[in-house]
């Protein structure tokens, strides 16, 4: 920065909407080419165009366009991956060539599907998804995915009014779509519910009272410690040194440096482990982890490979911003595998087998696992896909998991239900499903989303702007009686609660007796700053 620019750094300065059109707030005016669909997650209108005499766009047409003057489209959600719909009459060619979800024709040897689900549902093996469907596809097992259940290219449409996948079509389309949220609870049973999480975390975190079990829920909360419950430990990579001078915006760079520098800190930045990134995305971090394998500035590509893991396919690869650095080259040395983290059974990936030219035995090579910011239940998924991969007979060295979005953890997939059991009123005996606690956990996880709400500003010309959940001006507005701030106390506890439990089991059965929660990086950086990093003490390379 120079001398005379007394600007606030791009890191400090408060977030704004510029990437957002004031005009979609407002509904279309006749005349008007765009969508009538208001998308209220969003607080504004579909800016998608329509098709002459529709009032919605071919997304929101599966919404009832009583005002179109052209015979009615029928549009289905499409099997492969629901959250997109397609054309009816066009969906049979959909399955068969364009759909990116497509499934491949033949389905590689580390497919197993909803191996690393911790606890399935009664009558899984033996029902049928007439009889089960809704609850397999709100835990989204593999029961309820097209692409594992359905043959590529196979119409999995009968008929004009039901499917394989989603049964019954009759009834309007958009319903299909519409993900089931648990019902608000009144302010009791938010009460009831929330009081012994918080007293779990407080205990582990050791900021419990002496009086903890006679004193108020609200008293409670005012001992919740947001970034202060953990340790601090902000770690920097060199790899990424050239790169942070270049972005404008750092807050990626300085996650992914925290995160490289911690695994070199552990040891971890060793050749003689394969590295395998979950929830790659476009590989950016991997890209850093190989040039902190390879420093200098002429990179080898002879050591230190990295296996991409993430169930869609990126178009737009990330390359390392390097003039001399060979784009095709690095992305070479990188095996990506397109799957779903619940269906990966690590034992059967070629890259990780090597085999004993004297005895012919089959032996897997030791493995680093991270992640920067692993959503919900993918981070419980790949712990498990960790351990069945010890369980196999290999080793996992260490690993460095950036935690993030517990409001999409699913029941089925929480890793330790004996510890949620701790704190809930209906609890798991012996490891079975258990609906009541289901329905508790369901609702803790959406408490989990007040951690990081932050509330609306006002509108300009005072009008009150309509508020998201979360985020009223009065406080007693919101069904759970409480403020914001004991909101945001609150869903802190509730996500320190689930870690907890999964560092536990991290200790216990991946036998990491030294990981720990860290707080990688600042809350201004990213509010969801906390990772899991452990190591084992002895791992013996084949």
Not at 105 to 123: E, H, K, Q, S, Y
Not at 223 to 248: G, Q, W, Y
Request: hydrophobic share 35%; aromatic share 6%.
């Amino acid at each position: 920065m120079s001398g005379g620019d007394n600007r606030e750094p791009l890191n400090k300065r408060p977030r704004t909407n510029r990437g957002k059109s004031n005009h979609l707030v407002k509904a279309p005016v006749d005349g008007e080419n765009r969508c009538h669909f208001f998308v209220a997650a969003k607080g504004r209108f579909c800016p998608l165009t329509i098709k002459i005499g529709s009032k919605y766009c071919g997304e929101h047409m599966v919404v009832c366009d009583s005002g179109s003057t052209e015979p009615a489209t029928r549009r289905v959600p499409c099997p492969y991956d629901p959250s997109h719909s397609v054309d009816f009459n066009k969906l049979k060619r959909h399955m068969e060539a364009l759909c990116n979800s497509r499934p491949p024709a033949i389905r590689p040897a580390f497919t197993n599907p909803d191996c690393n689900v911790t606890l399935l549902p009664p009558g899984y093996a033996e029902k049928s998804f007439d009889e089960c469907g809704q609850l397999w596809s709100s835990e989204a097992l593999a029961k309820a995915d097209a692409r594992l259940m359905v043959k590529p290219g196979e119409h999995v449409y009968l008929g004009a009014t039901s499917s394989k996948v989603f049964g019954d079509l009759s009834s309007s389309s958009h319903e299909l779509l519409a993900r089931a949220k648990p019902e608000p609870l009144d302010e009791a049973t938010v009460r009831r519910l929330l009081r012994p999480v918080v007293t779990a975390y407080l205990q582990a975190t050791l900021l419990a009272p002496e009086n903890i079990e006679s004193a108020a829920l609200d008293d409670l909360l005012e001992l919740v410690r947001p970034s202060e419950d953990f340790p601090v430990d902000i770690c920097t990579h060199s790899a990424l040194e050239k790169r942070s001078h270049v972005k404008t915006n750092p807050k990626h760079v300085l996650q992914q440096s925290s995160l490289i520098g911690h695994l070199g800190k552990r040891g971890l930045l060793d050749k003689q482990y394969v590295f395998i990134e979950f929830g790659a995305g476009k590989g950016e971090l991997s890209v850093y982890v190989h040039a902190a394998l390879n420093p200098g500035p002429e990179r080898s590509d002879n050591g230190g490979s990295i296996i991409l893991v993430d169930r869609k396919n990126f178009r737009q690869k990330y390359s390392i911003d390097d003039q001399n650095s060979k784009a095709e080259s690095l992305q070479q040395r990188f095996e990506r595998i397109y799957i779903d983290i619940r269906d990966l059974d690590l034992s059967k990936i070629p890259e990780l087998q090597t085999v004993d030219p004297a005895t012919g035995a089959t032996h897997l090579r030791p493995i680093v696992a991270y992640s920067k910011h692993l959503c919900g239940a993918a981070t419980d998924l790949t712990i498990k896909c960790l351990e069945r991969y010890q369980q196999a007979g290999g080793s996992v060295a260490g690993v460095a998991i950036a935690l993030c979005c517990h409001q999409v953890c699913k029941y089925s997939m929480y890793i330790d239900h004996a510890h949620l059991s701790t704190a809930t009123t209906h609890g798991s005996i012996a490891g079975e499903w258990c609906d009541s606690q289901r329905a508790e956990f369901q609702h803790l996880t959406t408490m989990s989303s007040w951690a990081i709400n932050t509330p609306a500003p006002s509108q300009p010309n005072g009008d009150q702007q309509q508020q998201r959940d979360g985020e009223e001006a009065d406080p007693g507005a919101h069904y759970s009686g409480l403020s914001f701030d004991q909101r945001m106390r609150a869903g802190h506890a509730v996500k320190r609660f689930l870690d907890i439990g999964r560092l536990a089991f991290v200790r216990h059965k991946l036998g990491m007796k030294d990981a720990g929660l860290v707080y990688y990086t600042t809350r201004s950086t990213s509010p969801e700053n906390l990772a899991l990093l452990g190591t084992t003490t002895t791992i013996t390379a084949p």
